[in-house]
Structure formats: C-alpha cells, structure tokens
C-alpha cells in the first residue's frame, strides 16, 4: 500500500512512551507501534526513494551501553537517506509532529579536517556560506554540535569563522501535528524540504568524501 500519512494514533503511542518508556508499555502497545509509526514511514521511505535513493529506517531501541539515560526505547521513529558517511536527509516522526532536514550529522574520521578546509577556502567557502544563509532566511534552523571558541590556527577576523567553529551542521523544520501530517501531504512536505536542502546535502558530499 501507498503511503496515506501518519495516523494520529502514532503520535498518540510516542506521547505515551515519553511518559512510560519500558518495556511493559511497549510490549503492551507494539501493534500500535508496528501498525501507526513503523508502516506508514516504510511507505513514505519507498515512495521517497525513486527521488533520493534508499531511505534507512532506524531501530526503535536505544544503545544505552555507554549512555547515563537508560530508557530502553526511542521517543521518535527516524528515516535517513544517506549521501556519504554521516551526511544525507532526515525525517522523524514523534509526538511533537514531523522533523524533516538535511546536512552533516556526525564528521567521521578525516571529515572535519576536510570540512573546515574547504569552508576556509574563498572558492569553495563562500558558496557554502550563501547556501547556509539561504536556508536561514528560507525559514530553517541551522544547527550542529560547534566550538565555543574558535579552531586552533583560524584567525579572530576569520570571515566565515561561525561556519568553522560547526563539528556537523544540519538544517531543519519542524511541523507542528496539523491535520494534513495524517495524510498523503506529508509526503510532499518532506519532498520540498528535502529539495530546498539539497544544494546543502550536496555541497558536503562534495567536499567531505569518505576517507
């Protein structure tokens, strides 16, 4: 079956699971979960993927081995097309509504060295930039995990030294649970996000090739 949105009951099972996240509540309520969450984001990742290629979903439990936060389950359902390591488009369903956007996660190995140099140079920096503040203007939130000071050996005068500071960056938008997320909408709404980040997505897998 084509996707048709994402029942209300979906959000509803993540609303419970931030106020019970066990292994009773998910036991008790895994049709739910199978039926309203996992479904219909397997129906949107295959109609998706004509477009960005294969959407990945995630798992539904948590890593806790190395985490201080030892709830066993998730709070969202995620969905990822990767363009490199670390670097492709997102989607997330939770109780909060649609997550959707794009960009840099986590730099692997050699990433961030080559990440920082190609936003240093004139020629490739500057269209990056360009890129960032029109996805800012456009209405998307440009976050990222980033350096309270600045890298070793980059100058305080550095034109593009907030860029330089990101250890990943990404853009998104948040869409609050509105009627049309329950229907075939949503799937255009993550088209046109992912389409408005894709100079983004493509500028990191440009520059940041595997090691």
């Known amino acids: 079956m084509g996707f048709s949105g994402f029942p209300d009951e979906g959000l509803v099972f993540y609303e419970g699971l931030e106020a019970d996240n066990s292994k009773t509540y998910w036991t008790r309520n895994r049709r739910v979960y199978e039926e309203t969450v996992r479904a219909p984001m397997t129906a949107l990742a295959e109609e998706l993927e004509a477009e960005f290629g294969q959407v990945r979903l995630f798992r539904p439990n948590r890593d806790?081995?190395?985490?201080?936060?030892?709830?066993p389950y998730k709070t969202h359902q995620g969905g990822y097309a990767p363009r490199g390591d670390a670097i492709g488009f997102y989607v997330q369903i939770d109780a909060a509504g649609l997550l959707v956007g794009g960009g840099l996660y986590a730099a692997?190995?050699?990433?961030?060295?080559?990440?920082?140099?190609?936003?240093?140079?004139?020629?490739?920096?500057?269209?990056?930039?360009k890129i960032v503040t029109?996805?800012?203007?456009?209405?998307?939130?440009?976050?990222?995990?980033?350096?309270?000071?600045r890298p070793r050996g980059v100058?305080?005068?550095?034109?593009?030294?907030?860029l330089l500071r990101h250890r990943s960056l990404h853009a998104s938008r948040r869409f609050e649970p509105e009627a049309w997320i329950h229907t075939p909408r949503a799937a255009d709404r993550v088209r046109e996000v992912w389409r408005?980040?894709?100079?983004?997505?493509?500028?990191l897998a440009d520059h940041l090739p595997a090691d």
């Open 134 to 149: 029109e996805a800012r203007i456009a209405g998307y939130a440009v976050e990222g995990d980033r350096l309270k000071t």
């Open 108 to 129: 692997q190995g050699g990433q961030l060295a080559r990440y920082r140099q190609a936003v240093d140079e004139e020629t490739s920096g500057v269209p990056f930039e």
């Open 64 to 71: 806790v081995r190395f985490s201080r936060d030892k709830a």
């Open 155 to 162: 100058p305080e005068d550095h034109p593009r030294l907030d």
């Open 196 to 203: 408005d980040l894709t100079p983004l997505v493509e500028w």
